[in-house]
């Protein structure tokens, strides 16, 4: 599984300039080269459907994320552990990555998997989720592989009716429960919000006495830079008791 999430790596070999005289001339044709290069990739990675496939009326990536449990992480750290598995464009091109993909309800340990709008990072940093939040549905164990597949379907085909609010959608693989979950770009937009908590509940077919909670972003920040503090007092006041006791 682990190729499967490997970054693609692009191919950074080249030649070093040998001939101080003609370094000027070089130089400019290894710009050229490079510019021509990134050109020619920025081509092959634009994705597009196939003939006669069914085009979605966004793009959409999967992204997968794997990380030690109850260690928050910096954004920094985050977006490093974070994987993109790959992106697609068409009805078909999206069954050819989900038919290959583990589903949540086999994932192990403390395992995410995301999914998108093409451009959009799942990072509360992101432009287009900084300012939003996200309804969040936690599942006893051995619904999550149903209720993610019902839930990005609904997103694909367009059923939330909320315009380009729709950012993507996470499913999160824990220990004593799954929770999944939706995000959307403005959070103070409470009609929006209720239409996508009532299209959950349906597309979802929730009890009518489920716990929904919406998050704002703004709120899951705050509390990570809370937690992050609070470990910092709780290892400051053992380094102090342990040099009180030196002593």
Not at 13 to 33: A, C, F, L, V, Y
Not at 99 to 126: A, C, N, Q
Not at 216 to 236: F, G, N, P, R, Y
């Amino acid at each position: 599984m682990n190729n499967k999430f490997d970054a693609l790596k692009d191919d950074d070999s080249g030649d070093h300039d040998q001939n101080e005289e003609n370094s000027t001339q070089k130089d400019g044709e290894k710009e050229k080269t490079e510019r021509d290069k990134s050109q020619s990739s920025s081509k092959r990675k634009a994705v597009v459907p196939g003939p006669a496939e069914h085009p979605l009326q966004y793009n959409y990536t999967f992204w997968y994320s794997r990380r030690t449990p109850g260690r928050p992480t910096s954004s920094q750290s985050y977006e490093q552990n974070i994987k993109q598995i790959g992106t697609f464009a068409s009805v078909e091109q999206f069954w050819r990555f989900y038919s290959h993909m583990v589903r949540p309800g086999d994932l192990t340990g403390h395992s995410d998997f995301h999914l998108f709008k093409e451009g959009i990072k799942p990072m509360w940093e992101d432009d287009a989720n900084k300012n939003g939040g996200k309804w969040i549905i936690r599942l006893r164990k051995g619904l999550a592989s149903r209720c993610w597949e019902n839930l990005i379907l609904a997103m694909l085909g367009e059923q939330f009716m909320v315009g380009e609010e729709i950012c993507g959608a996470v499913v999160s693989v824990r220990f004593q429960e799954d929770i999944i979950s939706i995000w959307n770009k403005t959070a103070s937009d409470q009609a929006t919000t209720a239409r996508i908590r009532d299209t959950l509940r349906r597309v979802l077919n929730l009890p009518p006495n489920t716990i929904m909670e919406y998050k704002t972003h703004t709120d899951s920040i705050k509390w990570l830079l809370w937690w992050v503090q609070s470990l910092a007092l709780e290892l400051l006041h053992a380094v102090n008791t342990a040099k009180s006791i030196n002593q």
